[in-house]
């Protein structure tokens, strides 16, 4: 089912030669709006923030209604383009996912990321991805559909062939989009995306290639994950037990927005 590629502002932004799209990932409605304020054009959701804000796991599909929540109140803000986070689609059934899918599109979503990750540390079938995918474009066309793979995430013993076998399985099912999370070998960035043609998806590492870097070997979005709610996690923990110790600490240490900015974020709609 390989098409054109998708039309829309959202694709857009994957289509810059050298300069990859950043795209932060947040977990409520706050921390999208305060991405926003820094000009990120396009935020997307971490699945793992939404699912642990919660207190629910996450990749076990626990978490639909919380993500449909989410999605329903950051898709229609009109200030950044949305991509929503869906884990595995909460379903093997293609139908239900496209239905899912469909109903982000409502909402003004403009990308959904959907993974083959299975929480017992398997892989779903290529066969069954590559259906929900499929059933994703025809429900809404318009979507663009990150087709995650999980075989680096996994750290399989030798995940090249399988990786290369279920992207090209996925773009011909109609993905818009290509992910493969837990890469981070520069060699193999580039060997990988020298057998794609859509748009190949890194997940950012501390540890690995900078984003200037990645713009180089021809990678066209660059995802944060989990790592700014992790971050802000930390910082949390970093601050009470700064002030338990008796640490020195600033009273408003300098970007931390006060209560005045934070309410601000909700009362103007934002």
Known sequence: MSTAPLDTPFAALHRRPGEPLLLPNAWDHASAAVLAEQGFAAIGTTSLGVAAAAGLPDGAAATR???????????????????????????????????????????????????????????????????????????????????????????????????????????????????????TDPAAVARIRGTVTAPLNILYSPTGPSLAELGELGVARVSLGSLLYRTALAAAVSTALAVRDGAPAAADPAGTPGYAAVQALYADGR
């Open 65 to 183: 209604d919380e993500t449909l929540r989410l999605a329903r109140r950051l898709g229609r803000s009109g200030r950044y383009l949305l991509s929503v986070d869906v884990e595995n689609g909460f379903s093997d059934d293609p139908s239900e996912v496209a239905a899912l899918a469909a109903e982000l599109a409502e909402y003004g979503v403009a990308g959904i990321n959907l993974e083959d990750g299975r929480p017992d540390g398997t892989l779903t079938p290529a066969t069954v991805h590559t259906a929900k995918i499929a059933a994703i474009k025809a429900a809404a066309p318009a979507l663009f559909v990150n087709a995650r793979t999980d075989t680096h995430w996994l750290a399989l013993p030798d995940p090249a062939e399988e990786t290369g076998r279920r992207l090209a399985a996925y773009e011909q099912a109609g993905a818009d989009g290509l992910f493969v999370p837990g890469l």
